[in-house]
């Protein structure tokens, strides 16, 4: 679990970006989204290796 603490002379905009990048950092709304709706093990490999291989293109492209 994330959390920031409110430092001194900080706002609550700023302590909202903090959390919001820590959030980020740690992956949690990733795998929020993955974990929205269930997919096997399979189903899940296959998306990895086309996710793998559009990645891989992008690269060669540039």
Sequence with gaps: M???QLREGE???MLL???QAA???AGIMRELRNR??????GEQIRMDKAR?????????NR
């Design 36 to 41: 929205r709706f269930f997919r096997s093990k």
């Design 23 to 25: 959030i980020q950092r």
């Design 52 to 60: 793998s291989i559009r990645r891989a293109r992008r690269r060669r």
């Design 17 to 19: 970006r903090r959390f």
């Design 11 to 13: 706002d609550g905009e």
């Design 2 to 4: 994330s959390y920031v």
